[in-house]
């Protein structure tokens, strides 16, 4: 059997040993989801007690829609914001790839399928775009992407033409990305049974590798109660779906892209990289990494999701038009991987903090609704978030140092 390294940190066995490593955690700053869910919970909490509509099937199943299209941005943007970086031109590069669409399938009658691809693929180039004149050249990223902001949203207004909205087919391949429901039962419940049993197995085999490489694991115990609580979220929220319309075809895609972009970013050597690379240029450059060429990767990575949201957003509307990528569009994407905790310093940060913080923000702007509140204070509320999130992060950032850990 092999034995455990005895320089490394090893967790005692039992509630005594997770106390320690609770206690060592919130001493190195390193909080997790906790201040996340437990302020998701308690915005829940007060919008449910001031109106008992907010914890509805119909408003949260409305909400599961709704948070689609700002979350397939935030997941673009969370590996940028990983690496140290920002990018100001997600909200014109979605408007950009809706107007495109608009204009291929619904004017010049180009399949859709076809559209859709060209779309997204004039995302991910113009995110390249923006990677080589960063990583090659040598331009600042904000000052990059404040001018793709402003070019990109002239290109979509030139787009879109003079009458500024173009129509598109709601029962089309991207009209039906948010209105398509699948209604039998067994789908969300089919949903929630696959990824209970994904999570237990990938837990368990993670738990093998480990063992037999002589560190810490997880203990079967632990497995199973993670599991169990993953199975009472996700069988829930299930059974909420099924009591309107059933599991929503956008939440369902959103769910397939966090889990696909957390294997990549978490289980990959290139995920590793761009962890790697937001800790320490320097370091990453000496172990070998091509810096420039994972610079670019990740912003074309922001470009796609940035066009992928535009379809989304075009499909809400059952349009394309000038309002797109506009107002508070980008500072919501933005906000929402930061509030979910992904550090705006790099190096730390997953993509389902994506998820967490798009559910904050889409809660705040449905509970508001529901209280008749308008658009201003609602504006002033989620800033109000955004900066207690980012206040949070940079006392989170300097307990680690302190500790020693970042």
Request: charged share 10%.
């Given at each position: 059997m092999v034995t455990a390294d005895p320089r490394l940190l090893v967790r005692r066995p039992g509630s005594a040993g997770h106390l320690d490593a609770f206690r060592r955690r919130l001493g190195g700053g390193d909080l997790g989801a906790v201040p996340v869910v437990v302020g998701l919970a308690a915005i829940w909490g007060v919008f449910q007690t001031l109106n008992p509509a907010f914890l509805s099937a119909q408003n949260l199943s409305n909400i599961a829609v709704a948070m689609v299209a700002t979350g397939m941005m935030s997941v673009g943007v969370t590996f940028v914001l990983l690496l140290g970086e920002i990018d100001l031109s997600v909200g014109s590069v979605s408007g950009v790839g809706g107007a495109l669409f608009a204009l291929l399938a619904?004017?010049?009658?180009?399949?859709?399928?076809?559209?859709?691809?060209?779309?997204?693929?004039?995302?991910?180039?113009?995110?390249?775009?923006?990677?080589?004149?960063?990583?090659?050249?040598?331009?600042p990223a904000f000052a990059v992407t404040l001018a793709g902001l402003l070019f990109w949203n002239g290109l979509m207004l030139r787009l879109l033409g003079s009458n500024g909205t173009i129509n598109i087919d709601s029962e089309g391949v991207v009209g039906a990305?948010?209105?398509?429901?699948?209604?039998?039962?067994?789908?969300?419940?089919?949903?929630?049974?696959?990824?209970?049993?994904?999570?237990?197995?990938?837990?368990?085999?993670?738990?093998?590798?480990?063992?037999?490489?002589?560190?810490?694991a997880r203990s079967p115990g632990e497995i199973a109660?993670?599991?169990?609580?993953?199975?009472?979220?996700?069988?829930?929220?299930?059974?909420?779906?099924?009591?309107?319309?059933?599991?929503?075809?956008?939440?369902?895609?959103?769910?397939a892209v966090l889990v696909t972009m957390d294997f990549l970013l978490r289980r990959t050597a290139y995920g590793r990289k761009v962890t790697a690379l937001g800790g320490g240029v320097e370091a990453s450059r000496r172990a070998g990494v091509d810096v420039a060429a994972v610079r670019v990767s990740v912003f074309a990575l922001s470009g796609f999701f940035a066009a992928v949201g535009g379809l989304f957003w075009a499909s809400k509307i059952a349009a394309a038009n000038q309002s797109a990528g506009s107002g508070d569009l980008l500072m919501n994407v933005i906000a929402a991987a930061v509030i979910g905790g992904t550090s705006l310093f790099g190096g730390r940060g997953r993509v389902w903090n994506a998820l967490l913080g798009v559910m904050v923000i889409t809660s705040i702007q449905y509970g508001l609704a529901l209280q008749g509140v308008g658009a201003p204070v609602q504006y002033m509320i989620t800033g109000g978030v955004l900066l207690a999130t980012v206040?949070?992060?940079?006392?989170?950032?300097?307990s680690r140092r302190t500790a020693g850990r970042g």
């Open positions: 619904v004017t010049h009658g180009v399949d859709e399928w076809v559209a859709l691809v060209c779309a997204v693929a004039t995302g991910a180039i113009i995110g390249a775009v923006h990677g080589v004149v960063f990583a090659r050249l040598g331009a990305l948010t209105t398509h429901y699948f209604s039998d039962v067994a789908a969300a419940h089919g949903l929630a049974t696959l990824a209970v049993v994904g999570y237990g197995a990938a837990a368990l085999r993670d738990t093998r590798r480990r063992i037999a490489a002589g560190i810490p109660l993670r599991t169990g609580l993953l199975a009472c979220v996700a069988y829930a929220a299930a059974t909420v779906l099924n009591q309107y319309k059933g599991l929503p075809l956008a939440t369902a895609l959103f769910l206040v949070l992060d940079s006392a989170t950032r300097r």
